[in-house]
């Protein structure tokens, strides 16, 4: 069995920062790429970034030049930091990975899901 487990998550006033965390653990063969998405009440789950094990990332508009996503692949773990927030960073933070366990076959997990929440 394969758990991610988010942590970091909070409330915030707008312009602060915050780092949330995720840590891959169980029976790892390999883990593909690793991100973060965001769902907001009454929306639908948006991707916020990916980062792929060689380093390559990819953000939403949304949060290019205040979020940076980074991976420490030793303690498959991914971080996202998130600088100058505003009300509508307001969101659950998932953290997805794909991973494959015992064979070479990849699926895709999910953590439960960390709030953050940023005041105006």
């Known amino acids: 069995q394969v758990q991610l487990v988010e942590s970091g998550g909070g409330l915030v006033q707008a312009g602060g920062s915050l780092r949330i965390s995720c840590a891959a653990s169980?029976?790892?063969?390999?883990?593909?790429?690793m991100g973060w998405y965001r769902q907001a009440p009454g929306v639908q789950r948006e991707l916020v970034a990916t980062a792929s094990t060689g380093g390559s990332t990819n953000y939403a508009d949304s949060v290019k030049g205040r979020f940076t996503i980074s991976r420490d692949n030793a303690k498959n773990t991914v971080y996202l930091q998130m600088n100058n927030l505003t009300p509508e960073d307001t969101a659950i933070y998932y953290c997805?990975?794909?991973?494959?366990?015992?064979?070479?076959?990849?699926?895709?997990?999910w953590g439960q899901g960390t709030q953050v929440t940023v005041s105006s």
């Open positions: 169980g029976i790892i063969l390999s883990i593909d790429a």
């Open positions: 997805n990975a794909r991973i494959a366990t015992t064979t070479w076959r990849f699926s895709d997990y």
